[in-house]
């Protein structure tokens, strides 16, 4: 069951998604919410209740990361788009998404205190976290193995990418896209020559060892 709320150019009035939230514990068989481009400020405790639910998209709303919590419970989740909201940390209890591969969270006031939870999420296949506050990443990428997309661009980050990165591209073979761009870029070049140093080495003892194999 899938269920759409939304208008890009004529947001559901918030009485009318109220009442929504108010019945959404019924819906125990939906699958897809897409409540995308309103005024929600508060995600209801009722949407806890959606346990089958695969795909949520709250994008382009008003939310803070106060009520995160509420989403933490929905473990059946594989897409999750958070993007143009107002969160600034994401909750550790997030840690519970095991089986989230595309996660959202692009446009919002993210810093680097409470990312972590994020290297839980070892499913991942796409993470954007562009157009954000970050500056340093604390935490490794090297759990997420599976990653094929990563995103920071339009960010403050520093030398700091240098060692997740790193772990990144050692751990993760599907790793295809990693984009670093930003108006407020203020990595070295020493990165980039790191970075390309590593990778050579990388992809050179890869291809020696398969020429071995045959």
């Known amino acids: 069951m899938h269920l759409y709320f939304f208008e890009k150019n004529f947001p559901i009035p918030s009485f009318f998604i109220l009442f929504w939230f108010q019945i959404l514990e019924i819906l125990t068989q ?89 290297s839980d999420l070892i499913q991942l296949k796409d993470l954007d976290l562009s157009n954000n506050q970050i500056q340093e990443i604390s935490f490794s990428f090297s759990q997420l193995i599976q990653l094929q997309n990563l995103n920071l661009s339009d960010n403050k980050i520093n030398d700091s990418i240098i060692q997740p990165i790193s772990d990144l591209i050692q751990k993760s073979r599907e790793i295809q896209l990693i984009d670093l761009r930003g108006k407020s870029f203020s990595i070295s070049i020493y990165l980039f020559i790191y970075l390309f140093i590593y990778l050579f080495i990388y992809l050179f003892i890869y291809f020696s060892k398969k020429k071995k194999n045959r």
Request: charged share 20%; glycine share 0%.
């Open 30 to 118: 939906l699958e897809v919410l897409n409540l995308s481009n309103n005024q929600i400020q508060e995600i209801p405790s009722s949407l806890s209740k959606l346990l089958k639910l695969q795909s949520l998209d709250l994008s382009n709303n008003k939310i803070d990361d106060k009520s995160l919590i509420n989403i933490s419970d929905l473990i059946q989740l594989n897409v999750l788009n958070l993007s143009k909201n107002q969160i600034q940390e994401i909750p550790s209890s997030f840690s519970k998404l095991a089986q989230l591969q595309n996660l959202d969270l692009s446009n919002n006031k993210i810093n680097e205190k409470n990312i972590n939870a994020i």
